[in-house]
Structure formats: structure tokens, C-alpha cells
């Protein structure tokens, strides 16, 4: 499990990372699974997670802030519009996994099988109706999940939409998003869900080392 830092002022989220990852750890641990569980902050924090864990067969589960982000020059407009996993919420280059540095993330100790989930904000993009390879804003950079699959040639899971904590899971929340005043308690159960019509909601798309991200 890789949990980023809960953010800062609006985009605090507190321990809700930290409980949704616990929420799924108890689930795989009775399931018989071997979980550890790594904070995330810097790109190379990321990359030790991958590589100082041991071997990895199965999978890796983020936690974590991600979706579209502006970069602005010093004078106020938008030089550059990416698509970032929001690890840390320091500053400096290293704090989000984003095109220009995913080349610092290795796959010697992962599996031929093993996969990774992307539980955050728009990971994978939705453009012109179609799901892409393209970011939110259209420029040439690809979604986060794509520049990750491509990175560490194993497939990436994501959603094409917002995500919300919810102390019911995905197939018995009754919300279509976040309801303002009704955030959930700090405790478990605890789940990270996505934005979606109750019942009906959208589910982990994959992107493939080669070609565009799809349905699965």
C-alpha cells in the first residue's frame, strides 16, 4: 500500500487515506494476502516502495491526491497542464509523480503479473466521450496512469472521475459524490470511492504498457 500525504487546507484529507489503505489491507489480509504499507511524499519515495519492499506478485495499491494540475510561470499564466499522482504536499519537483520524473520509478522487484491501482481523482482521463491516453486539458502528455503503465510495463488501474471517502463501499453507497456536511467519520470502515450514480458507479479502468486506456 502507498499512501501519499493527506494535503494541505482545502485538500486536507486528514487520516482518510491512511484509513481507506487500512480498510483494504484488513480485507486482503483475510484473504490471506501479505500487505505493507509505505508512506509516499517524494517520487523517490514512491520508487523505494517499489523496489525496497521485497519481491511484489501481486499488486500495488496508491492512496493518495492526483488528477489534472497547472504549472505557472513567474508571471501568472499556465506553461504546462499535467496529470499528476499529488504525493506530497511539500514543494519542489520531486513532490508529485507527473511525466517529466516518472522515468525515476523501476520494476525490478515487481512481478510479470503484478498490477497497480490508482485510488484517486481522475488517474485515467475522459476526452471527447472516449477514454484516452490523453490528460483532462488535452496537451500531448498522457493521463497519469498511462505514464505510469508505460514506466513500469505492468498494467494500471485508475478512474476517469472524481473520488470521495464514504464509510460504505462502492456497491452500497447511496450518494452520487461528496454531500457537503457529511463527511464521514474518522474510523473504520473507511472506503475511497468513485464519483458515479449509486448503483451504477464507474469502475477501475486499465491502462496497458502499450496502446490507450480502456474498460475492462
Known amino acids: 500500500m502507498l499512501i501519499g500525504d493527506p494535503g494541505l487546507d482545502d485538500h486536507n484529507a486528514h487520516k482518510n487515506f491512511a484509513l481507506s489503505a487500512q480498510q483494504h489491507a484488513n480485507e486482503l489480509n483475510v484473504q490471506g494476502n501479505r500487505v505493507i ?106 493521463a497519469i496512469a498511462n505514464v505510469i503503465a508505460r514506466q513500469i510495463e505492468r498494467r494500471v488501474f485508475g478512474y476517469p472521475v472524481g473520488t470521495y471517502f464514504s464509510q460504505v463501499s462502492a456497491q452500497d453507497a447511496t450518494t452520487f459524490g461528496w454531500v457537503k456536511g457529511k463527511d464521514p467519520l474518522p474510523q473504520l470502515p473507511m472506503y475511497l470511492i468513485p464519483e458515479g450514480t449509486p448503483a451504477n458507479k464507474p469502475p477501475l479502468y486499465v491502462c496497458d504498457p502499450v496502446g490507450a486506456c480502456r474498460k475492462p
Open 37 to 142: 504499507g509505505c508512506r509516499v511524499s517524494t517520487v523517490q519515495d514512491f520508487n523505494n516502495a517499489l523496489t525496497q519492499s521485497g519481491s511484489i506478485d501481486g499488486g500495488m495499491v496508491y492512496y493518495g491526491h492526483s488528477g489534472p494540475h497547472d504549472y505557472y510561470d513567474a508571471t501568472g499564466h499556465i506553461y504546462q497542464s499535467l496529470s499528476i499522482l499529488a504525493l506530497g504536499q511539500g514543494q519542489g519537483f520531486y513532490t508529485n509523480l507527473e511525466y517529466d520524473n516518472a522515468n525515476l520509478a523501476t520494476n525490478s522487484m515487481l512481478g510479470v503479473n503484478a498490477a497497480m491501482i490508482l485510488k484517486g481523482c481522475n488517474t485515467i482521463a475522459k476526452v471527447a466521450g472516449v477514454f484516452s491516453g490523453q490528460d483532462l486539458y488535452g496537451t500531448s502528455q498522457s
